[in-house]
């Protein structure tokens, strides 16, 4: 497996409340990326970024914010989560436009009750 | 608007057998066309990509067929195994494409079971 690591694996928290997950990477490659995957409707990208504090929103941005700080992390946030949100939330990263190719981390379930 | 339609959305196939799964693109500025293989409770992995300077591609047991015209392109898996079971994802993207506009758009995926 690509050097990618999520954080928490799994999550249940509380309509309301803020909520971060992290991805840390150890490749050193400058596209990170954020999905969603539910029942039906496959990964959808949240957001995307492409260097360090360059971000950019996917088709599902609504709701979801995101921070790079450092080349090796990516974090997401729910700045008030939803039932909606529950969903399991992959991590990738890529190396743009030497590669197309992007990996995946573990994924985290994240259950918003 | 979904740019990458997949079907089947599952598919039952007995060892030995040959798994079709077909994607159909509707942007024609995309030129690249991957397919990622996901095991339950993993994360999706490249399996076989292609672009549309050829219409097929074959790597072991798995092979992309690409119809421009058409824009539709095909994972075959001959001599199915029950290793092969997981869900498949096409995608599509423009390649090498950088800065604010490149983005991967991923079909719904397919969930293929090959029975012993």
């Known amino acids: 497996d690509a050097g990618i690591t999520q954080s928490p694996r799994h999550k249940v928290t509380e309509t309301g409340t803020p909520v971060t997950l992290r991805c840390h990477q150890t490749?050193?490659?400058?596209?990170m990326y954020w999905y969603r995957q539910d029942p039906g409707h496959g990964l959808r990208l949240i957001h995307y970024?492409?260097?360090?504090?360059?971000?950019d929103k996917g088709e599902v941005s609504d709701g979801y914010s995101v921070s790079r700080s450092k080349t090796e992390d990516f974090l997401l946030t729910l700045e008030s989560a939803t039932s909606s949100q529950t969903s399991v939330y992959f991590c990738a990263i890529s190396e743009l436009p030497t590669s197309n190719e992007q990996f995946f981390g573990p994924g985290t379930r994240l259950t918003v009750l | 608007q979904q740019q990458v339609k997949q079907s089947p959305q599952s598919l039952i196939v007995q060892k030995g057998g040959i798994s079709i799964i077909n994607c159909a693109y509707e942007n024609t500025a995309f030129d690249y066309f991957p397919w990622y293989q996901q095991f339950p409770g993993k994360g999706p992995a490249l399996l076989i990509a292609i672009r549309p300077d050829v219409s097929e591609k074959k790597e072991g047991r798995f092979t992309i067929s690409f119809n421009k015209s058409a824009k539709q392109f095909s994972l075959h898996i001959m001599d199915s195994q029950p290793g092969d079971s997981a869900t498949y994802f096409c995608?599509?993207?423009?390649?090498?494409?950088?800065?604010?506009?490149?983005?991967?758009?991923f079909g719904k995926g397919t969930l293929l079971t090959v029975n012993p």
């Open positions: 490749e050193n490659h400058r596209y």
């Open positions: 970024s492409y260097g360090v504090k360059d971000t």
């Open positions: 995608a599509a993207s423009m390649y090498g494409a950088g800065g604010s506009n490149y983005k991967l758009t």
